[in-house]
């Protein structure tokens, strides 16, 4: 079965600093993804970075970038440069698999919920 | 990516009552995934979608409480049978068109009973 850990319930930052969102998985799997989304108080999943397992760089996406540390089993999120528009929950998510039943299908992490002070 | 519109957004029901929750998808996609998120907490996959056969539910979901219609590539509904109040929660419908790409989500339907 996959599991995805997010140890950090609530997390504080000031504005334009950088701040680290933390997850770990769990998978017997040797292909897999990992995403990360952000949910702001309106509902809306909002989709932030991917990062496959044999992808050998980490991913970025503008402000966001993916530590991917394989062997440790991360996927932890960084923001550069906070905003106070960052503030919002985010979920680190997992799919195992490339394709058949696996299509799609994320587990979820308990997500941390992200405070910008400005 | 392509774009989901969900609907109502959110609404308030009795107890007993059903609510149909609509998605609609601007292309065609193979499966898709319908969650719930219970106050404070993650999303749980209630079930998949398939078009043109019976969803596959998640253990703890059933049909008669959450039957799911799937009835081309770009529509499928979900109903919330015979709520309680512990059946306040957010709802999402979610998929994907290609492999190795975001799963794309609809603007959540945000339900209380009442």
């Known amino acids: 079965a996959q599991k995805i850990t997010q140890t950090q319930p609530g997390m504080f930052v000031q504005e334009k600093e950088a701040v680290t969102l933390d997850c770990t998985y769990d998978?017997?799997?040797?292909?897999?993804?990992l995403f990360w989304y952000k949910q702001p108080s309106s509902g809306e999943m909002i989709f932030l970075i991917y990062?496959?397992?044999?992808?050998?760089q980490n991913a970025t996406e503008g402000r966001y970038s993916l530590n991917f540390q394989k062997a440790r089993k991360s996927a932890n999120l960084v923001i550069s440069a906070s905003q106070l528009g960052d503030s919002a929950m985010y979920f680190c998510a997992m799919r195992v698999g490339a394709g058949g039943t696996s299509y799609g299908k994320l587990t979820f992490g308990q997500g941390t919920i992200l405070t910008v002070h400005p | 990516s392509a774009v989901i519109s969900q609907k109502p957004s959110r609404d308030i029901c009795q107890r007993g009552t059903s609510l149909t929750i609509q998605c609609q998808v601007d292309s065609q996609v193979t499966m898709m995934f319908w969650y719930r998120q219970q106050p404070g907490q993650s999303l749980t996959l209630i079930a998949t979608a398939n078009q043109g056969s019976e969803a596959t539910y998640e253990s703890g979901f059933v049909i008669d409480k959450f039957p799911i219609s799937r009835p081309n590539l770009t529509f499928s509904t979900l109903t919330v049978s015979n709520m309680s109040p512990e059946d306040s929660s957010i709802y999402l419908c979610?998929?994907?068109?290609?492999?190795?790409?975001?799963?794309?989500f609809g603007q959540g339907t945000r339900l209380t009973v009442v």
């Open positions: 990062q496959g397992s044999y992808d050998e």
């Open positions: 998978t017997s799997d040797q292909s897999y993804g």
């Open positions: 979610s998929s994907r068109t290609q492999i190795n790409t975001e799963a794309f």
